[in-house]
């Protein structure tokens, strides 16, 4: 008489499949300028799998002159279309303001998320969400290039899209949810307003 086979409880049968091993993206090689496009293109292309696969990446070096070469094509843009006015001047000022502006959203944007968020996020990575993020701008270089593409909604559409990235490389590197990464970024944006307002009412003629 054959017996009958033990009972397997379902704890026992309903095993969790083992997750595959996240492949390592590349990370930008300062030293290798030309690498800038390998990294955009990856960014825009499948920006989870690519922020997901950055754990390994560390230093500030890399997405400091990420930052630096994304803001030169857009100043760069910039002092094209201004033709004979001054178009060098253009060009300085817009990348003095590009570079503090990015500055001050990664930072802040890493305090948020550290203090507020209680995010294990690095300011490294940090940086790395907001510059790789921020690789549509140079799209804003040939916008203004080009003539007639350039229009309020092409810059709604950069906006969103680095938004977007931004977002998505909070959530693989900070390990933070879509609307904790998405308020990190608006809490940000608000400071950054209200320093810029504050720096505007001590630079009007009336506070002097």
Same mark, same amino acid.
Request: some cysteine.
């Given at each position: 008489?054959?017996? $009958?086979?033990?009972?397997?409880? /379902?704890?026992?049968?309903?095993?969790?499949? $083992? /997750?595959?091993?996240?492949?390592?993206?590349?990370?930008?090689?300062?030293?290798?300028?030309?690498?800038?496009?390998?990294?955009?293109?990856?960014?825009?292309?499948?920006?989870? #799998?690519?922020?997901?696969?950055?754990?390994?990446?560390?230093?500030?070096?890399?997405? @400091?002159?990420?930052?630096?070469?994304?803001?030169?094509?857009?100043?760069?843009?910039?002092?094209?279309?201004?033709? #004979? !006015?001054?178009?060098?001047?253009?060009?300085? @000022?817009?990348?003095?303001?590009?570079?503090?502006?990015?500055?001050?959203?990664?930072?802040?944007? &890493?305090?948020?998320?550290?203090?507020?968020?209680?995010?294990?996020?690095?300011?490294?990575? #940090?940086?790395?969400?907001?510059? &790789?993020?921020?690789?549509?701008?140079?799209? &804003?270089? +040939?916008?203004?290039?080009?003539?007639?593409?350039?229009? $309020?909604?092409?810059?709604?559409?950069?906006?969103?899209?680095?938004? &977007?990235?931004? *977002?998505?490389?909070?959530?693989? *590197?900070?390990? +933070?949810? +879509?609307?904790?990464?998405?308020?990190?970024?608006?809490?940000?944006?608000? !400071?950054?307003?209200?320093? *810029?307002?504050? @720096?505007?009412?001590?630079?009007?003629?009336?506070?002097?």
């Amino acid at each position: 008489m054959t017996q $009958p086979a033990p009972e397997t409880s /379902t704890d026992e049968t309903a095993q969790e499949a $083992p /997750t595959p091993p996240v492949k390592p993206s590349a990370d930008f090689i300062y030293q290798r300028p030309w690498t800038w496009f390998q990294v955009a293109g990856a960014a825009l292309a499948s920006p989870h #799998a690519y922020f997901r696969g950055l754990s390994h990446a560390r230093g500030l070096m890399p997405p @400091l002159v990420f930052i630096l070469i994304t803001q030169l094509f857009s100043a760069l843009g910039s002092g094209l279309i201004a033709g #004979a !006015a001054g178009p060098l001047k253009l060009m300085a @000022l817009s990348l003095l303001w590009g570079l503090a502006q990015a500055l001050f959203m990664a930072v802040m944007i &890493y305090l948020v998320a550290k203090r507020i968020m209680k995010s294990p996020l690095r300011l490294d990575q #940090a940086f790395r969400a907001f510059a &790789y993020g921020g690789a549509a701008w140079a799209l &804003y270089f +040939m916008a203004l290039l080009l003539p007639g593409l350039f229009s $309020p909604l092409f810059l709604a559409l950069m906006l969103g899209v680095h938004f &977007y990235l931004m *977002m998505v490389g909070l959530v693989e *590197m900070g390990e +933070m949810s +879509m609307p904790l990464a998405a308020a990190c970024q608006i809490i940000a944006m608000v !400071a950054l307003f209200l320093v *810029m307002l504050l @720096l505007n009412q001590l630079g009007s003629p009336a506070s002097v």
